[in-house]
């Protein structure tokens, strides 16, 4: 097997090992209290985690976690000097979390430790999210004050 096989079959069983962890917490009853406690945890941690991902500003917040985790494609628009807006139509933790039938696995996994990273490059930020692609067609979020 090649090197972007082994690559793609790794991303697929992460994302598969996280659907199962969201689909445990819920059937616990533990998920919005694990979220909460995590969402601190990122938005604390976020600064020893930015030099693993490569990340020095904003924008590869979203873009280099895409290509390392290969499960959403971010992309960014409406880039100002104030911020940007970033967006994703597809993502594999999201498919297999339906697939087994488990909540919704986006703050945990996805959107509270991309804002925990955010706000380690740039503190003021606003970090929005407008909807998700679990509720609706799409990710949206809004970064602005950066």
């Given amino acids: 097997m090649d090197t972007t096989k082994q690559v793609q079959l790794l991303q697929m069983a992460y994302a598969g090992a996280l659907a199962d962890t969201v689909l445990q917490f819920g059937k616990e009853g533990v998920l919005d209290s694990v979220i909460e406690r995590k969402h601190a945890e990122q938005l604390?941690?976020?600064?020893?985690?930015?030099?693993?991902?490569?990340?020095?500003?904003?924008?590869?917040?979203?873009?280099?976690?895409s290509e390392i985790f290969g499960c959403a494609q971010w992309e960014i628009s409406g880039s100002t000097a104030e911020g940007f807006v970033?967006?994703?139509?597809?993502?594999?933790?999201?498919?297999?979390?339906?697939?087994?039938?488990?909540?919704?696995?986006?703050?945990?996994?996805?959107?509270?430790?991309?804002?925990?990273?955010?706000?380690?490059?740039?503190?003021?930020?606003?970090?929005?999210?407008?909807?998700?692609?679990?509720?609706?067609?799409?990710?949206?979020?809004?970064?602005s004050g950066i």
């Fill in 44 to 65: 604390a941690t976020g600064k020893m985690r930015l030099g693993s991902f490569g990340i020095t500003k904003p924008e590869d917040v979203f873009l280099n976690l």
């Fill in 86 to 143: 970033a967006q994703n139509s597809v993502c594999k933790l999201c498919a297999i979390a339906r697939r087994i039938g488990a909540p919704s696995p986006c703050r945990l996994y996805c959107l509270d430790p991309m804002e925990g990273l955010l706000k380690a490059v740039k503190p003021d930020a606003v970090y929005m999210v407008e909807e998700t692609l679990w509720e609706a067609k799409k990710c949206v979020v809004r970064v």
